[in-house]
């Protein structure tokens, strides 16, 4: 019997890199994202294929991280339910890899998902987190986290996430680079310039807090003009670590002239998306045709306090589940 699971990928509004370092940061989950379905096999390897990659591995593999990551969720999923047998994993995702919008977490929370159905959504942010720290090292979480639970939530490493309550609706735009950028590598520059300059960081850190903590109080009270600028600011101590780069920057202006209340890179930068906040559908469409003009894929999405990723049941019960 087969059983299924889905995510949503994730933008973060203001806090990225800081939050790695115990930085509050602020996420909101989105209507693009990842699912999966897994069917049990009579014998192991388990075998994961991801659609529209042409990638499938076992996971007894060592020399490809997909599969080292594919055993560490199954691993982690049978530290709580032993009786999960050997499976064959299909997942897809329609979010660009390294785009920033979180496409990892979502595919692995989207498998733990299809792998245990009647998991929590602790025990598969757990699970997503075993699988991340292959691709990443050492993630916040903030992606995993947002994965599971959808919704706009501020986020501290190590602790739990609270719900943010978003006062009407938030239109957003997310334009790509078309650059894949890796998190790693991005979280790792950012770890060197520390390391080099640690007054320097130390103080964009502290003015992200702010920005973040001001942001907050912004989105719960509806005050989007507020949000706007905060993200503007957010961008500007991105850049000072070095996280930006010329197409953000090209995407963050031709988003501003378009009317867009604040524009910035989303995720690790480097390439990946910018995050546009507007004030309504028809300046987004705007924003979206002046990316498009430039040859920058880009979508819209809004961002209500109800949206949320929701575990597919199986259509009989799991016979994954003990
Ligand atoms: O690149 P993404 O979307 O996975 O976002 C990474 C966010 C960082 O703060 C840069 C890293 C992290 O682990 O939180």
Same mark, same amino acid.
């Given at each position: 019997m087969e059983t299924r699971g889905q995510a949503c990928g994730k933008v973060i509004l203001l806090g990225e890199h800081a939050v790695v370092y115990g930085v509050p940061a602020i996420a909101v989950g989105i209507d693009r994202g990842a699912r999966a379905v897994a069917v049990p096999v009579e014998s192991g390897p388990s075998r994961l294929r991801v659609r529209g990659w042409n990638i499938a591995v076992r996971d007894n593999e060592d020399g490809h991280d997909l599969a080292r990551a594919f055993r560490a969720l199954l691993d982690a999923s049978r530290e709580d339910r032993p009786a999960i047998r050997p499976l064959s994993v299909e997942v897809e995702a329609d979010l660009p890899p390294g !785009? /920033?919008? !979180?496409c990892s977490a979502a595919m692995g929370v989207a498998i733990a998902r299809a792998v245990d &159905?009647?998991?929590t959504d602790d025990a598969l942010q757990e699970r997503a987190m075993a699988w991340e720290r292959v691709f990443?090292?050492? &993630?916040?979480g903030i992606d995993a986290a947002v994965s599971a639970r959808g919704g706009c939530a501020f986020f501290r490493k190590g602790e739990a996430l609270e719900r943010v309550r978003v006062r009407g609706t938030l239109h957003l735009c997310v334009g790509s680079t078309g650059i894949a950028a890796s998190t790693k590598v991005m979280v790792d520059g950012v770890a060197k310039m520390r390391a080099r300059k640690p007054d320097v960081v130390a103080k964009t850190f502290e003015g992200i807090r702010s920005l973040v903590g001001n942001a907050r109080v912004a989105i719960e009270h509806g005050d989007r003009i507020t949000l706007g600028r905060l993200m503007d600011l957010n961008q500007m101590l991105l850049s000072g670590l070095f996280v930006s780069s010329t197409e953000i920057e090209r995407l963050c202006g031709a988003a501003r002239q378009a009317g867009a209340l604040g524009a910035k890179l989303t !995720?690790?930068? !480097? /390439?990946g998306s910018v995050l546009a906040l507007v004030p309504s559908a028809a300046v987004g469409e705007a924003v979206l045709a002046a990316w498009r003009a430039d040859g920058f894929d880009a979508f819209a999405t809004t961002v209500a306090p109800e949206t949320r990723a929701r575990s597919v049941e199986a259509e009989a019960e799991s016979e994954t589940a003990p």
């Open positions: !785009g /920033g919008l !979180g &159905p009647t998991a990443h090292g050492n &993630p916040s !995720g690790a930068g !480097g /390439g």
